[in-house]
């Protein structure tokens, strides 16, 4: 889907993918998202706790599949700061995950410099978009969280 890599439709998806894709995972019961229906993307709801607030945030996000960790890359479309939800997992790196209508546990933490260069394959090769975000937030250096299992919870796999 390379059209969303485009500046005007990554600000328009920027101001309502998260809603569509929060109506169709409601109505499905978690099981889908709008972002899967248009474009096969894995599409997990990561609730973090809020950085400054302490209340729960949820937030549907593309996420990247390595074993047992998932892999979060804080685009935010190519805007010009980082999403909220990066700086709620800064201060609260433990977390809960929907995915496929069931909950798992993580901790996360962010990616080490080895890391990065092997997550930007995996973005790049999951979705095209990614380059065009990394060259629009050229400024900054994007995070990328690595969301490992806590012991008491089993990972997602691409297989569901």
């Given at each position: 889907?390379?059209?969303?890599?485009?500046?005007?439709?990554?600000?328009?998806?920027?101001?309502?993918?998260?809603?569509l894709?929060r109506?169709?995972?409601?109505?499905?019961?978690?099981?889908?998202?709008?972002?899967?229906?248009?474009?096969?993307?894995p599409?997990?709801?990561l609730?973090?706790?809020?950085?400054?607030?302490?209340?729960?945030?949820?937030?549907?996000?593309?996420?990247?599949?390595?074993?047992?960790r998932?892999?979060?890359?804080?685009?935010?479309f190519?805007?010009?700061?980082?999403?909220?939800?990066?700086?709620?997992?800064?201060?609260?790196?433990?977390?809960?995950i929907?995915?496929?209508?069931?909950?798992?546990?993580?901790?996360?933490?962010?990616?080490?410099?080895?890391?990065?260069?092997?997550?930007?394959?995996?973005a790049?090769?999951?979705?095209?978009?990614?380059?065009?975000?990394?060259?629009?937030?050229?400024?900054?250096?994007?995070?990328?969280?690595?969301?490992?299992?806590?012991?008491?919870?089993?990972?997602?796999?691409?297989?569901?």
């Amino acid at each position: 889907m390379q059209v969303a890599a485009w500046r005007p439709v990554a600000w328009f998806l920027a101001r309502t993918l998260r809603h569509l894709d929060r109506g169709v995972l409601n109505l499905s019961g978690g099981r889908i998202s709008a972002t899967t229906l248009l474009t096969g993307l894995p599409v997990i709801v990561l609730t973090t706790t809020g950085a400054k607030s302490g209340l729960p945030r949820s937030m549907p996000l593309i996420c990247g599949i390595d074993g047992d960790r998932l892999v979060l890359f804080a685009t935010n479309f190519g805007g010009a700061k980082n999403p909220a939800w990066y700086y709620n997992l800064r201060s609260h790196p433990e977390t809960a995950i929907l995915y496929r209508d069931t909950v798992y546990h993580y901790r996360a933490r962010e990616a080490t410099a080895a890391e990065r260069e092997k997550y930007w394959t995996l973005a790049d090769a999951m979705y095209i978009g990614y380059a065009a975000y990394r060259k629009r937030a050229s400024h900054r250096e994007i995070p990328i969280m690595v969301l490992e299992p806590l012991a008491t919870s089993r990972a997602p796999t691409e297989a569901g």
